[in-house]
């Protein structure tokens, strides 16, 4: 109890400070989304990024150096997913690692006879259980200027951190109340079928084909779909737009008139 009122006592101390200029014309020069977000949402949208890069650790990594630009626009672009649920945070995360493009990942598979089989493949991000997230900073400074094709990595990847909070990814994140779940999992798991058979036909959906290779990418591509592309997720597929608006307690379709 001590713990979370020190907490947000820290927290209104860093909101009551004036938010940066140089920010501020970060956002506005280099997120157009910011600058259509209703008023309201871009205050809470600021309190956010700035509680957010108090409190979380950013990393170079091989040679990258940090410019100002790029905590806040990945700040941004995280916290985003947050201002329609103000209970809702990344209590998780500690750190944030940033590539200057994308890089080298390995991977296991397992064969039915139980061979493992390490190999390496291409990656612009990734997200951890244990509080750590990477990105490419090429793929998210093109997803914070172009928010309307649907792909953009740092929705992607803290979307999987909000699943990852009770230690699973597995596409059912914590929600608002226990009466909720039964919908969620009921929309969601259909529409993964349906992604998954559209897929297998080669036919064409508005998510991408990723989402149907589990449902922890179902649930990240949707919310990129949900933020980027919501008109027509909305038109298509109403219920999922509806689920996805529950959970993130906005209607981005606003966002995008």
């Not at 929309?187 to 036909?201: A, C, G, M, N």
């Amino acid at each position: 109890m001590i713990f979370e009122f020190l907490k947000q006592r820290r927290r209104k101390k860093i909101r009551s400070k004036p938010f940066p200029e140089s920010h501020l014309k970060i956002l506005e020069g280099q997120f157009p989304l910011y600058q259509k977000l209703p008023a309201d949402a871009q205050t809470r949208l600021r309190d956010l990024v700035q509680v957010f890069l108090a409190e979380k650790n950013f990393e170079g990594c091989r040679g990258f150096e940090l410019s100002e630009e790029v905590p806040v626009l990945i700040a941004a672009q995280a916290c985003l997913l947050l201002i329609g649920n103000p209970d809702r945070e990344y209590s998780k995360l500690k750190s944030i690692l940033v590539y200057p493009r994308s890089y080298a990942a390995a991977s296991e598979q397992i064969s039915e006879g139980g061979i493992v089989t390490v190999s390496n493949h291409e990656v612009l991000g990734q997200s951890w259980e244990q509080g750590l997230v990477s990105l490419s900073w090429e793929s998210t400074k093109h997803g914070a200027a172009n928010m309307h094709d649907g792909r953009n990595v740092v929705i992607h990847e803290f979307a999987h951190q909000l699943d990852q909070e009770d230690g699973v990814a597995n596409g059912l994140p914590v929600l608002r109340s226990r009466c909720r779940y039964a919908a969620w999992k009921s929309v969601l798991s259909e529409e993964y079928e349906r992604l998954q058979d559209r897929v297998e036909k080669g036919r064409k959906a508005i998510m991408d084909a990723y989402g149907a290779t589990h449902p922890a990418e179902f649930f990240a591509v949707a919310s990129e779909c949900f933020f980027e592309k919501s008109k027509q997720l909305k038109h298509h597929r109403p219920e999922l737009y509806r689920e996805l608006q529950i959970f993130y307690g906005q209607d981005p379709v606003e966002y995008h008139d």
